[in-house]
């Protein structure tokens, strides 16, 4: 990618390594800098560099004369020293989807020249599927784990090289998990994971939590976590909903294998939390009326009036302001008239928090 940026410029082109090069290295690249005005500069491991090789380089930034890009695969924003940060722009390469994996293994296998074109390889799906997923959208280890199960096993009689699924999981030394992302296993993981939160059963939870982290699916795991939140806990318990997404920043911004240990707490916590879904239900009700038409005419006292004409058309003339009555509240329509007497909001008394809502509906 740096050298593409690289290349759509007049600049020369340099790679070193914070970790592997010296500062002689970088008074190189300097010297080279003065000569032909700028250059551009990849720098690997970046969160490797130390005080003396950035004290050199921050004028050379300042000036111009060296363009920066740094690599990392660590958190820039904890790893990386503040003064080469604030002359930065940070980006976050993602990685690669299954999909990408599979593209980028299908070439490499057709590819003479560069890649096991030269060999006759049986790459049996599940083995792919394996591969494309076990890996984490890390391209590199896939291309490794290939070649080296390719060039380990030995050719049949007529010259085909046959990588099974076993085949796949020694050469990346990974065990197989049921549950790849794309299949019906990944669904009804999640599924089970749900409904064990649901079911208050901890134990349970944390075992299909440790599948979903196995084959590192942190993304399904943060979002559905975040789900359970409010649809299962919701009102019974609002505070929880703030502490599994603070769980789930942490886990995001530590990674894995560390993440798993904010994870495994907001699973519990969510477990042995009081469950309410009053909050799904009445939303789902209410748009089950918006979907099948009965939406009805909103009330005149209600539309906008901020506008010259209002008053004409009887927008707003008799609406009372809440606050301008005792307690905050006045007696008033606010539902269209063919949904008046409509109560979508079904509260339950499962936990502390919505039991004060109920008694504070039943008062209104």
Sequence with gaps: MASAIAGSTKYAFRILNAATDTKKDLQIVAEEAKMSGTVILLLDEIHRLDKTKQDFLL???ESGRIVLIGATTENPYMNIQPAIRSRTQIFQVKPLTPDDIASAINRALADHKRGLGDYQVDLQPDALDYLTHATNGDLRSALNGLELAV?????????????????????LQKPALAGDTNGDAHYDIISAFQKSIRGSDADAALHYLARLIAIGDL???????????YEDIGLANPATASRTLTAIQSAERLGLPEGRIPLA???????LAPKSNSGIKAIDEALADVENGNAGQIPDDLRDAHYRGAKQLGHGIDYKLPHNYPNGWVAQQYLPDNLKNKHYYQPKATGRYEAALAQRLQQL
């Design 59 to 61: 004028p050379l930034l």
């Design 151 to 171: 060039l380990s096993t030995p050719a049949s009689d007529d010259g085909t090289i046959t990588i099974d699924l076993t085949t796949i999981q020694q050469s």
């Design 219 to 229: 993304n399904s795991i943060t979002r559905r976590l975040l789900v359970i939140a």
């Design 265 to 271: 707490d907001a699973v519990i916590d969510l477990c």
